[in-house]
């Protein structure tokens, strides 16, 4: 008996090799446009082979040899894309728990996210985004490619901050995330030991910091849009606070400055800080220095808070873990709290985070697509969001084509500059095979990307079925 089993088992795994994948491990997909996103351009009717997790060819369809036994995928003139990568989520150990409709993991992969960085993992432990990581990079895990910050530098007094950077270092992260509350000191002693080590840092601006300084000592990137606007508050920097009185403390600075009842008037604003303005857009683009985009964060905010009904039956919320609703029917969902009584004060902000955005791209500083979902707290469904975003950037200013610079190529440069391989975010040979394949130009529409036929993460497709099933919300 138990050789019979071993027989049909055998059968059935070379049944899988043959009809599966072929002997020569290459996949063509066929009869597509190309969006290589190397220049402003769309290739019509090619092939793209891809051996393992890279490309190796790319070719006018009907000219390209299909090696023996390949692998064919019919693209039916979809538009073929890279993958994209959200710069700016939280990985949280319970992603992969019944806590979750859905996997995230999953959830990314279907709306097209073939990249990740984790800005702080919320869990026991901090290392678990590295075993993911080795899952997913030895196949036993289905997911997008993680890159890490492990434990962040949240508040001072430190214990070690030098030894914290040490540590995430050793242990094989990417970076080196900062938070709001650190002293002047900390920060310095972390971005000391963060520069020894070549260790790339990105993270807040400290209240205690504010801009200057922070580029100043060195931080390599800006964690969000939205740290700008604390610029422009009149605040006591040298105030000794603990981490949880500062944002309370900045923002009754705020009130008491400015009237936002009647809402953001980008001439008065101007009018009134356009030295201020300028002086932010000119530091950040004279150092060269990324800033995540997390948008979705006050475009969500405004949409919960002004329109709850809708932001309730939006088909994509399904996806948020239980524990979110109930949270947010009882109204202690997290922006509930912190905008209670001062709801105005989140159309404000978000209005001068638009203009933000305008002015950071006109000056040609590098955006990096981000929208801060994952931590389950906040309503911003992963995957999902990252469509939220792209819409935000083009409704702000950028093409359809810049807005996806900031979620392929620029996402590429700043993981070389991290210290890893950026060989992702544009499709050419020798990349690694990113890709999704969508209904519609791009180019001329982005919302064509949310029409998505498949998607190819470092090599492995999953068709539009695979995808749905991966994403099927089981009946109660
Ligand atoms: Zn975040």
């Known amino acids: 008996m138990r050789i019979y089993l071993k027989v049909i088992w055998i059968s059935l795994s070379l049944g899988m090799l043959i009809t599966g994948c072929s002997d020569s491990g290459t996949t063509a997909i066929e009869n597509i446009h190309l969006v290589p996103m190397t220049s402003e351009t769309v290739i019509r009717n090619q092939t793209v082979l891809i051996k393992g997790d890279r490309i190796v060819e790319i070719g006018a369809a009907g000219s390209t040899r299909l090696p023996g036994g390949c692998n064919v995928i019919d693209g039916q003139g979809a538009y073929l894309v890279p993958g994209l990568a959200d710069m700016h989520i939280h990985t949280r150990d319970d992603w992969r728990t019944e806590a979750w409709p859905v996997s995230p993991l999953a959830l990314f992969l279907a709306n097209g996210v073939t990249t990740i960085r984790d800005f702080g993992p919320k869990g026991k432990t901090t290392t678990f985004p590295l075993r993911w990581r080795e899952e997913i990079s030895r196949r036993t895990l289905d997911g997008p490619w993680i890159y890490a910050s492990g434990e962040k530098l949240y508040a001072s007094p430190a214990d070690d901050a030098a030894g914290q950077v040490r540590r995430n270092h050793s242990q094989g992260f990417d970076f080196q995330k900062i938070y709001s509350y650190v002293s002047p000191g900390d920060f310095k002693t972390a971005m000391t030991t963060a520069k020894e080590l070549k260790f790339y840092t990105a993270g807040h601006i400290p209240f205690q910091l504010g801009l200057a300084k922070t580029l100043f000592y060195g931080l390599d990137e800006i964690a969000h849009i939205e740290e700008l606007d604390f610029e422009f508050i009149t605040f006591d920097r040298k105030k000794q606070l603990p981490a949880k009185q500062w944002l309370p403390y900045v923002v009754s600075q ?14 008065e604003f101007r009018a009134r800080f356009s030295p201020t303005l300028s002086d932010i857009i000119q530091r950040i683009k004279t150092s060269d220095t990324p800033v995540c985009t997390t948008l979705s964060v006050g475009d969500t905010i405004v949409k919960k808070l002004f329109q709850a009904s809708w932001f309730r039956a939006r088909p994509e919320n399904k996806y948020m873990p239980k524990t979110y609703w109930q949270a947010f029917k009882q109204g202690r969902e997290k922006h509930q709290q912190q905008f209670r009584g001062v709801e105005n004060l989140a159309l404000f902000k978000y209005e001068l985070e638009k203009l933000l955005l305008r002015e950071l791209h006109h000056a040609g500083v590098t955006l990096l697509l981000s929208t801060d979902c994952g931590t389950g707290r906040m309503g911003i469904a992963p995957g999902f969001s990252i ?46 095979a990113d890709l999704v394949l969508v209904q519609g130009n791009p180019l001329e529409n ?3 990307v949310r029409n998505i036929q498949g998607v ?21």
């Open 456 to 476: 190819m993460a470092a090599g492995k497709w999953y068709d539009k079925l695979r995808l749905a099933e991966m994403t099927a919300l089981k009946r109660k």
């Open 446 to 448: 982005i919302g064509a």
């Open 254 to 267: 705020a009130m008491r400055h400015y009237d936002m009842r009647s809402g953001f008037n980008e001439t």
């Open 387 to 432: 469509h939220d975003e792209l819409r935000i950037l083009v409704e702000n200013g950028l093409s359809p084509y810049e807005a996806l610079y900031t979620g392929t190529v620029n996402a590429a440069h700043v993981v070389a500059k991290m210290g890893g391989r950026g060989d992702f975010g544009t499709i050419a040979i020798g990349k690694r």
